[in-house]
């Protein structure tokens, strides 16, 4: 197949797999945020680092998620005032930062799911043939 801007020859696979690979990480960058907060909205107790990646990985196995991702991520929305971090010394080690939802992260996340809802429905919209 020929580009279409270059005149080169390009094999069809080799694009579609480059724009496929550029689509997850366009998704997985704002869902990886939704379901970590997501994860902290729903515990009952601060959650520190490990336990957040072991929660998510247990929700979904297909996905899982990097663990430097999720410190980015939490490192983003403390200083956006999303969650506090508390740290607690461990007895053997250097202190642990345990993560709570701040009211702030909760009006966030609600406002996230809804545009996840829209986007998602959007979406199915366009994909699901009416009737189907």
Known sequence: MVGARSGRQVAVTDTTDGARRKFRREIQSGTNALRVLAVLASSARPLY???II????????????????????????????????????????????YYVITS?????L????????????AVDSILTPPGA
């Open 49 to 51: 680092g490990v336990e």
């Open 54 to 97: 072991r929660l998510l990985t247990e929700a979904d196995r297909a996905r899982g998620i990097e663990e430097g991702t999720v410190y980015h991520i939490l490192r983003s929305f403390f200083e956006q005032g999303l969650v506090m971090v508390q740290t607690r010394p461990t007895g053997n080690g250097p202190p642990r930062k």
């Open 104 to 108: 702030a992260g909760q009006e966030a």
């Open 110 to 121: 609600s406002g996230w799911i809804g545009d996840w809802t829209q986007a998602r429905e």
